[in-house]
């Protein structure tokens, strides 16, 4: 399939088949497969790549469920209309429904989510009282410190989850691959199969997103690219007489 | 709707009246209002099956918003 031919269908269901390969490391060959919905529509521009079930998958530590997973994607045609590009993401961790029906943490991506809060973000969910305190008395420079403190004045603290901690912008924010990682070594995640064997392959993973953010990060700093190329002894000619403009605002953005 | 079942991923095709015949769907199955269900979800209130109803309400608004009428 070349990929000035594929449509938004089938790159969303190799985006599909990517992420099911990906769990599957950690959960095993039994897990089902992520679904790739499209719309059937003529000019149709958006596509959900998602869990299936959409209520989650369950995590193991040794034979105990201890966790649910929720993955989901919505992408759309990226600036060129060749790649897949994620315009939301969300990765939620929760405890057994009969823990706690509130998530553990969020890992969340919104491509717009404004200029004042980071568009890849971590919200972690918990009772942190010193925190809350600090946070009800942040002032009243910003539209969020008001609002919390007009909130605290009401008698409702402020809650950890309200913080959007940043995680590296649109093209450095963590992958699936690192989360599951991060599950298996902090919260003592079981693979289904060999513990090396599902790291390795989440490995795999992390280094075709990786891979693919770097294509990204090139288009936006193509000046960078050269520069660097150049004195790793590459000869670079450009397309046109001008310097490639490149997207400095990708790379200002919080 | 169209499903084609590869052997690694799944791919379902839907047109904008599947889209709206589904989400009506879901509402019924989750036995609460659109909006109770959304009040809910928002207050993380929801149970695991809930809450993967109301983000497939949410995928298929997204997909809407993004497939042209005819």
């Known amino acids: ?254 | 709707m169209v499903i084609d079942n590869a052997p690694e991923v799944t791919s379902i095709s839907m047109t904008r009246d599947d889209m709206l015949s589904e989400r009506a769907r879901l509402i019924a199955e989750s036995g609460m209002s659109e909006d109770d269900l959304r009040e809910a979800g928002a207050a993380w209130r929801l149970n695991s099956d809930l809450r993967g109803i109301l983000d497939r309400i949410n995928g298929l608004d997204f997909l809407l918003d993004h497939a042209p009428a005819a």
């Open chain 1, 1 to 254: 399939m070349s990929r000035e031919r594929a449509t938004l269908a089938e790159l969303a269901a190799d985006f599909a088949v990517d992420l099911t390969r990906t769990v599957r490391a950690v959960v095993g060959p039994g897990c089902p497969p992520f679904i790739a919905v499209t719309p059937s529509t003529p000019g149709a521009t958006g596509t959900v790549v998602r869990q299936d079930p959409a209520s989650g998958i369950t995590l193991m530590a040794g034979d105990q469920p201890v966790l649910t997973l929720t993955v989901n994607y919505r992408c759309v045609w990226d600036g060129h209309n060749a790649y897949l590009a994620v315009e939301s993401s969300r990765i939620a961790v929760f405890p057994r429904d009969a823990v706690s029906t509130e998530p553990l943490m969020r890992y969340e991506y919104m491509k717009d989510m404004g200029d004042r809060l980071p568009s890849a973000h971590l919200q972690v969910h918990g009772d942190h009282p010193a925190l809350s305190g600090v946070m009800a008395a942040a002032g009243t420079g910003t539209t969020r410190g008001r609002r919390r403190g007009e909130k605290a004045s009401g008698g409702k603290q402020p809650r950890l989850s309200e913080l959007h901690f940043p995680l590296g912008g649109h093209r450095f924010r963590p992958c699936l691959e690192d989360i599951l990682a991060v599950l298996m070594e902090e919260f003592g995640v079981t693979p289904a199969g060999d513990r090396q064997e599902a790291l390795d392959a989440l490995a795999d993973g992390r280094e075709e997103w990786r891979r693919n953010q770097v294509g990204a990060s090139v288009r936006d700093a193509p000046d960078v690219a050269v520069r660097v190329l150049r004195e790793l002894g590459y000869v670079i000619s450009h397309p046109a007489e001008v310097e490639p403009a490149g997207q400095v605002h990708r790379l200002r953005a919080l």
